[in-house]
């Protein structure tokens, strides 16, 4: 009992110290052209979106117009903000002094921002805000602490912190789903599927520079595992392009390829003075837009 207290308390305090030290980052756009393999990248629209000296981080699409994330103020506080692209407007969706929202996203039923939300004493648990100005909602009170998620049938994918760490799915209350563990935090749904996709961190050499890793998914309709190759080399965030498309960065190189090839396409680099890494991503086809989050070199 004190032993699994004292590894909580631990896990508990790396994730606040973690939070703490988060590098400067910066939200890039660019336009694309083409699907699919037949993808292209038109380097010479890439701009910042965002150009703070703070954590600006998380992109994603709500719908074909706008584009949630979240970001810190100068006190270290992470709030969800919005951007539209018709009007080029920020929005402050919360503002919340006593808590920090991280990973926004629009629920299954788009009636809801959900969200990671460190709460006052350090929990991490998933919150819904409603598009209405309506308060909060604590979703699955007793899942403890979410790191990552996606939506799967308007209930959540959830990678939960722990030693190890673990994917679950929530079928209903009390009804957990332990899906993997050792996965790495992305969490992506793959379109138009009951697949959830990771990317699994067994067997791993612990070279973040070097190593490749597999992509997972798992088929909640049939019950079974599938696997979608490797990864690109030194890279830990993918996102799904269609049904069939994955892309990555590793670097400031974009990569994608078919879910069937061994091989991943190169799009090119992006050069910038300022912003190094690519890290998240988010794509508009509706808009033919690609949001990318890049570290701010440490001279900016």
Avoid at 18 to 42: I, N, P, S, V
Avoid at 110 to 139: F, N
Wanted: hydrophobic share 35%.
């Amino acid at each position: 009992m004190i032993k699994s207290f004292l590894i909580s308390l631990l896990l508990s305090f790396s994730i606040t110290q973690l939070l703490k030290a988060q590098t400067a980052t910066d939200l890039w756009m660019l336009d694309t052209e083409g699907k699919g393999e037949k993808l292209e990248l038109d380097f010479s629209t890439a701009k910042p979106l965002t150009n703070r000296n703070l954590y600006d981080n998380q992109p994603s699409f709500i719908n074909d117009s706008e584009l949630v994330f979240s970001a810190a103020d100068d006190k270290g506080n992470h709030d969800i903000i919005l951007y539209s692209f018709r009007t080029g407007n920020f929005t402050n969706l919360t503002q919340t002094a006593d808590r920090s929202e991280y990973s926004p996203a629009i629920t299954d039923c788009k009636q809801y921002i959900s969200a990671v939300v460190v709460e006052p004493d350090g929990t991490q648990r998933l919150w819904l805000y409603p598009i209405v100005e309506e308060p909060a909602e604590l979703l699955y009170d007793d899942i403890a602490p979410v790191g990552y998620y996606d939506w799967v049938d308007n209930k959540g994918a959830l990678f939960v912190l722990g030693n190890p760490n673990k994917l679950v799915y929530v079928k209903g209350k009390g009804d957990i789903l332990e899906i993997d563990t050792q996965v790495g935090r992305s969490i992506k749904k793959r379109p138009k599927t009951w697949e959830i996709t990771y990317i699994s961190n067994k067997g791993s050499s612990g070279n973040q520079e070097s190593d490749t890793k597999r992509i997972v998914a798992f088929d909640l309709k049939k019950n079974k595992t599938i696997s979608y190759g490797k990864t690109v080399a030194g890279s830990q965030d993918l996102i799904w392009m269609d049904k069939n498309h994955l892309l990555m960065a590793s670097g400031n190189e974009f990569f994608v390829r078919n879910k069937n090839s061994e091989k991943w396409k190169s799009l090119g680099k992006i050069s910038s003075d300022s912003h190094s890494t690519i890290t998240r991503l988010a794509y508009s086809p509706e808009l033919n837009k690609l949001i990318f989050v890049m570290n701010r070199n440490q001279t900016q």
